[in-house]
């Protein structure tokens, strides 16, 4: 399984920390408790496209957001979680 | 149909074994039965047989996608142990492992189960006393366990190296002796046979691609061989279970699937006569009766549903067996495959009425389902025929994380993928 930094170019997934389910999305602090144990406990489980997270740990260690499909392993899409400007390699 | 017995073989190698009977007949679904149960793996067989002879509820059938034991009882690596620290896993999988004691006599099936030992590797003395910690909670619940030194280890695995300069030198470990390993088909086969002989269906390729409703409550559900009602529908179906309780409109559930990879080498000589465990990685290891050695490690980490690993956790597998055993280096690997684990938010399983009135699930095996086999079905059975949980499986239930109940044998929080 290659993931294609967008920094670094594809590389091995044993360059990449698996960090979870893209699609939670964290409560308020002040939120009711169900939210919050939904957050904590509960996931979708999606078996098909995934949008997940992935740090470059062995490598640029950029946080990425990933689009996997659950059911091949074929990666679709990988982006930085937090678009901006990004030093160029090298500089 | 016959019992099998010494006679029984005898008599048919004289007539060329040409008179042995399918071990269960090809049922078809009928429209409507007391009990349906999704999925004809380990659990689910198990659940009929113990349904049919402890319950006396014979009009059951039993579901499955693909052929029979296709899943995760047959993907496995076999192992059976009851080594846990916390009260509700060491008195369910102790109950387990007394159902393993008698499970050829009971099926009249021999599962082959062998009580080899399971012994944890200790690589430092903190782990040692971790050990310790957890042998006197298996004591003190009647387990067997024992702390061991490497000069016992030596005698009991020769092939070990217990040398001071190994990557991570073996201070000792803790022994399970009544643990072992059983051939896992088997499991299914004599399950499977016994639910049979007792009246229950057991329908092969057959998908369950929805449930049928009445409101709230599950009535039934819809096949690839047509609707099939029942005042009863139980879902014991492992990795897919997220896949299949969307069907019934359930999205969120405190459970990841991920996949697991398995080993098997070559055949060797005999070189393992027991089963052991590595302490500084995540590595278990036996034997097999034709000479194979059948590992396994750690999850590959992230979800999947597709039935295949990747190789950075082969690599890993495969250095810290040749760590334990540097004489391995050169054996060919046989095999590898992957399996499809409900991985839990806490580690432990959930053994359960609901989440819909007329369901019952039985899932969140993590790694360990093979072991749980034989006590899944008894409790499973139990909660179906009762409407109520067995003591046993009591703490399992789907809402002990909203209660703050959680069984997290390794203490790592609601991270699925690190049980």
Request: charged fraction near 20%.
């Amino acid at each position: 399984m290659l993931i294609p930094c967008p920094y670094c170019g594809p590389r091995d997934v044993g360059e990449f920390t698996y960090q979870g389910d893209a699609n939670r999305v964290r409560p308020a602090l002040d939120a009711p408790r169900a939210e919050w144990e939904t957050f904590v406990y509960e996931r979708v489980n999606t078996a098909g496209p995934h949008r997940e997270h992935w740090q470059h740990s062995g490598g640029c260690r950029a946080h990425l957001t990933v689009v996997r499909d659950t059911l091949t392993h074929h990666v679709l899409s990988a982006e930085f979680v937090r678009p901006g400007p990004v030093a160029k390699a090298g500089s | 149909m016959k019992e099998y017995s010494a006679f029984s073989v005898l008599r048919n190698a004289f007539t060329g074994n040409r008179d042995w009977k399918p071990a269960w007949r090809k049922a078809e679904p009928k429209p409507a039965y007391d009990v349906v149960i999704v999925g004809g793996g380990g659990h689910g067989l198990a659940t009929a047989y113990y349904l049919a002879s402890e319950h006396g509820l014979t009009n059951v059938a039993v579901l499955e996608k693909g052929w029979l034991g296709s899943g995760n009882v047959g993907r496995n690596t076999t192992i059976v142990r009851s080594n846990y620290l916390l009260p509700a896993n060491t008195a369910f999988y102790e109950h387990s492992m007394k159902l393993w004691e008698e499970l050829s006599h009971e099926l009249n099936y021999n599962v082959m189960f062998s009580q080899r030992g399971v012994l944890n590797l200790a690589h430092s003395p903190s782990q040692m006393d971790d050990y310790a910690r957890r042998g006197n909670a298996m004591r003190h619940a009647g387990i067997d366990a024992e702390l061991v030194s490497p000069e016992r280890i030596a005698r009991l695995v020769p092939g070990l190296d217990l040398s001071p300069e190994a990557r991570f030198p073996v201070v000792g470990g803790l022994l399970q002796p009544r643990g072992g390993t059983a051939r896992h088909d088997a499991v299914a086969w004599g399950y499977a046979r016994g639910a049979d002989r007792r009246g229950v269906d057991i329908i092969e390729n057959c998908e369950v691609t929805g449930f049928l409703r009445e409101g709230e409550r599950v009535v039934g559900v819809a096949t690839s061989r047509g609707e099939i009602r029942a005042a009863k529908v139980a879902v014991a179906v492992a990795g897919s279970t997220g896949q299949v309780m969307k069907l019934a409109g359930i999205e969120n559930l405190p459970i990841e699937s991920h996949v697991l990879q398995a080993f098997v080498s070559e055949a060797l000589k005999p070189l393992i006569d027991t089963v052991i465990t590595f302490g500084a990685g995540h590595l278990y290891v036996s034997q097999s009766d034709k000479g194979g050695l059948v590992f396994g490690g750690d999850i590959d980490g992230y979800n999947s549903y597709a039935q295949r690993g990747n190789l950075p956790v082969v690599e890993d597998v495969m250095s810290e067996l040749v760590a334990l055993f540097p004489g391995v280096a050169r054996v060919r690997l046989l095999r590898s495959w992957g399996g499809i684990m409900d991985m839990s938010m806490d580690g432990s399983p959930i053994i359960t009425t609901g989440p819909l009135p007329g369901m019952y699930l039985n899932s969140g095996w993590c790694y360990g389902g093979f072991k749980a086999t034989p006590a899944s079905g008894w409790c499973f059975a139990w909660t179906i025929a009762r409407d109520e949980p067995h003591p046993l499986n009591a703490a399992f239930s789907l809402d002990r994380f909203r209660r703050g109940l959680v069984i997290d044998e390794k203490g790592q929080g609601a991270t699925p993928r690190l049980h």
